[in-house]
C-alpha cells in the first residue's frame, strides 16, 4: 500500500508562484510514477503532469512552460512548482501514484484511471 500526502495548496495572486508537495509513503516504491490532476469548480478532474520513474515528464498544454513537476533522489516527495498562476489554474489539486508497463506512453499517464493511489486533494486559489 502507498500512501500519498498532498500539502501547499493556499491563495495566491495571479501572476505569482505556489509550490505543491506530496509526501510518499508506504510499499517500496521503486518504479512508481507520480501524476498530478486538478479539478476545476463545475469541470472534470483533469490531467497537469506526471512524471516517470526514469525522469521523463509530461504535460498538459495549459501548463507547459509554467509548472515543473519533480521527485526528490529518494523519492518520498513529489512537487509540482507552478508559476505565472492564472485564474484558470484555480482548482483542487491531488497528487497520485502507480505503477505502469515500461513501454507504457504519454497518454497512459494522462488517464486518471491508471493510477492506483491518490493524495486528499489540496486547494489552489488564484486571486485576479
Known amino acids: 500500500q502507498v500512501q500519498l500526502v498532498d500539502s501547499g495548496g493556499g491563495l495566491v495572486q495571479a501572476g505569482g508562484s505556489r509550490r505543491l508537495s506530496c509526501a510518499i509513503s508506504?510499499?517500496?516504491?521503486?518504479?512508481?510514477?507520480v501524476g498530478w490532476f486538478r479539478r476545476a469548480p463545475g469541470k472534470e478532474r483533469e490531467f497537469v503532469a506526471a512524471r516517470k520513474w526514469d525522469g521523463t515528464t509530461f504535460y498538459d498544454d495549459s501548463v507547459k512552460g509554467r509548472f515543473i513537476i519533480s521527485r526528490d533522489n529518494a523519492g518520498n516527495t513529489a512537487s509540482l512548482q507552478m508559476n505565472n498562476l492564472g485564474s484558470e489554474d484555480t482548482a483542487l489539486y491531488y497528487c497520485?501514484?502507480?505503477?505502469?508497463?515500461?513501454?507504457?506512453?504519454?497518454?497512459?499517464?494522462?488517464?486518471?484511471?491508471?493510477?492506483?493511489?491518490w493524495g486528499q486533494g489540496t486547494q489552489v486559489t488564484v486571486s485576479s
Open positions: 508506504g510499499r517500496t516504491f521503486n518504479g512508481i510514477a
Open positions: 497520485a501514484a502507480g505503477f505502469f508497463e515500461p513501454i507504457a506512453s504519454r497518454p497512459a499517464y494522462e488517464r486518471a484511471s491508471h493510477y492506483d493511489y
